[in-house]
């Protein structure tokens, strides 16, 4: 291996209440893949900040190449060979590809050289583009591409990423791996963020460990199981979902030819989307980003109203309204956007249990809220949910992603719906909080819920689905018994080359 590119030594950052960051010390080899692990709240993000320059360190000292290192911003980090490319994409849907990286430069070429340099890279690490495409018109996985080529076009000694596949197909995975090797071949390191274990041990040489602020293990991930790696991160073990006898009964919810056009220019139409879901079953819906997902979440909790096909609920044809009669009728939702669409930031807990529990836990009554009703209900779904908050008054803005996830799916799971759709369930949850949100979704249909899961995280749904669908530029695939599928198959179904004709009721 050769010597030394990064070295931590001793980082330490706090922020009243909490120290994110504690005595953290490891070093990153030039060439080498390294894993950052933790669970929620375990201060990855932190850290990688402070080595991107968007955090100065109360304590600690950085080095790079052996010369001290302090970036106080990015600028100044890229300016030294350290790039990032962020879970959450930084690109402007209006411009074209060549424009984005352009602002990502300090002093851009000129659109057509940029536009060669471009080409010649992406076709380099084989990641092509169209340096002229408008970027609202590409999919999630050619975005990414961009944040990339958008690094690679600067000087580069160091890469940080974050969750990047949770994005891609199966194959546009494969394809980031094989960039990802032959930049690490090249000299270039790569510090990787995720909370797919299995991809982490496939692609990573070392992994450090975070657990609550504070280092506790560096290992070789090939050398450990999936659920070694995750009991490191949690400090014990967890149980995985446990297996259910699948015991359907009568369809609860039905979707005929259901079509919403895009909610703006950027945004997906559903097309003739059709399909059941009966008691105690299960449905895992999967697809890249963007190919229609929040539109099928806010056309089945009646945010929009699609001008044809139907919706019918339990015999009832609901589809002309609205998300609380729908509610009220049994069908509950819990979206992916978790600040501002599944909860208002600004709110409490015990406030945001009641935006959605008002009526089935009979929160209010003549027009009054009873808060001693709502803060039990929030109580109770931090309890069995686990969430990691001071009390039940504090703002939901002021929780870890995580944490805020296992309010939202803990505060719908309590309320016993009849049907529940959930989109991204585990999206950005460690390990042992996702297994328990996953066994939660299991034991509400085992009760006889009908469950429909939209999720990114094909391991998701392959663990707890009966039967899985793919949704691609707002078509569903036909829908299939997981029992046989291979994840090349999905792939397939996800990108629309196989398998991608209209749902057919079954």
Known sequence: MADTLLSLRGLTKAYPGVVANDDVSFDIRAGEIHALLGENGAGKSTLVKMIYGLVKPDRGEMSLLGAPYAPSEPKAARALGVSMVFQHFSLFNALSVAENVALG??????????????????????????????????????????????CLLQDRRLLIMDEPTSVLTPQEVEILFATLRKLSAEGTAILYISHKLEE?????????????????????????TARQLGELMVGTSFAAPASRAQA?????????????????????????????????????????????????????????LAPAGSVTLKGRDVSRTGPMARRDAGLLSAPEERLGHAAAPAMSLVENGVLTAARREGLVSGGFVSWAKARSFAERVIREFDVRTPSPDTAAGALSGGNLQKFVIGREILQRPDVLVVNQPTWGV?????????????????KGAAIIVISQDLDELMEISDRFGALNEGRLSRIRPVSGLDMEQIGLMMGGAHGMEVAQVA
Do not use: W
């Open 105 to 150: 430069m300090e002093k851009p070429p000129r659109v057509g050289d940029l536009a060669r340099q471009i080409r010649e890279v992406s076709e380099m690490y084989g990641l092509p583009l169209d340096p002229f495409r408008i970027v609202g018109t590409l999919s999630a996985g050619e975005r990414q591409r961009v944040e990339i080529i958008r």
């Open 430 to 446: 460690d390990a042992a909080a996702a297994a328990a949100i996953r066994q939660a979704l299991l034991d509400l249909a085992a």
């Open 248 to 304: 359907t009964g009568a369809v609860l919810l039905e979707v005929t030819a259901l079509s919403l056009p895009a909610p703006d220019a950027f945004g997906t139409p559903l097309r003739e989307i059709a399909f059941q879901v009966k008691a105690g079953e299960v449905l895992g819906l999967g697809g890249v980003a963007g190919n229609g997902q929040d539109e099928l979440l806010a056309a089945l909790s009646g945010e929009r």
């Open 200 to 224: 982490i041990r496939a692609l990573c040489d070392h992994a450090t460990i975070l657990r609550l602020g504070k280092k506790v293990a560096t290992c070789t991930p090939a050398e450990s």
